[in-house]
């Protein structure tokens, strides 16, 4: 089973900075996406397959990396941007595997 | 646009069995090239995918769960259920209904339902 690890855990920034997170799998991996989640409301799809941004979302949203590595960046941050952002990937055996989370709060 | 909805019992009394159903609209679970899939959340805390069944009924589950966790489809209805078996604290969560899409990312997601274990 391959296991995802985020960091940082929390990530503290103003509105308008950059935002970069990390999303190391314990084995290489193909499928791997990022999804935002607000306090009270279920996780919404940014990214798939790595770098593709989901139906609607801004491109102020980016994913990259390959392998092992993978990032999630927000060029710049805007007030509903703050929320808990997870990374997921698939490899069959068994099947989906999330990482652990971080946390984009305001400064 | 697809949407899904969870519903079921909010509260549970342990050693019983957790049921829940998801409604999908907007698309038919007996269509091929997506998954239906169940992932919980224990209040406070990361995503846990508990398994998914495809349009052929196949299914598969997370190891720590497998004993205890029956997905299937109902496409007569056009909706998914799960059943966890002898429930204690612990399975206290958000359960989530998803669907899992070509390329294995989830999208969209249920609204959520808590489901709390108590006598």
């Known amino acids: 089973e391959i296991v995802l690890t985020q960091s940082p855990g929390t990530l503290s920034l103003s509105p308008g900075e950059r935002a970069t997170l990390s999303c190391r799998a314990s084995?290489?991996?193909?499928?791997l996406a990022w999804y935002q989640q607000k306090p009270g409301h279920a996780p919404r799809l940014l990214i798939h397959a790595i770098s593709s941004r989901a139906t609607g979302i801004p491109d102020r949203f980016s994913g990259s990396g390959s392998g092992t590595d993978f990032t999630l960046t927000i060029s710049r941050l805007e007030p509903e941007d703050f929320a808990v952002y997870y990374c997921q990937q698939y490899d069959g055996s068994p099947a989906f595997t999330f990482g652990p989370g971080t946390t984009v709060d305001i400064k | 646009q697809v949407q899904l909805q969870e519903s079921g019992p909010g509260l549970v009394q342990p050693l019983q069995t957790l049921s829940l159903t998801c409604t999908v609209s907007g698309a038919s679970i007996g269509s091929g090239g997506y998954f239906w899939i169940w992932i919980r959340q224990l209040p406070g805390k990361g995503l846990e995918w508990i398994g998914h069944?495809?349009?052929?009924?196949?299914?598969k589950y997370t190891p720590s769960l497998k004993s205890r966790v029956v997905i299937s489809l109902d496409t007569s209805k056009n909706h998914f259920s799960m059943s966890l078996s002898s429930v204690t604290a612990a399975d206290t969560a958000f359960y989530y209904c998803a669907r899992g899409r070509p390329g294995f990312s989830v999208d969209p997601w249920g609204q959520g339902a808590l489901v709390t274990v108590s006598s």
């Open positions: 069944t495809g349009s052929s009924g196949d299914s």
């Open positions: 084995q290489s991996t193909r499928y």
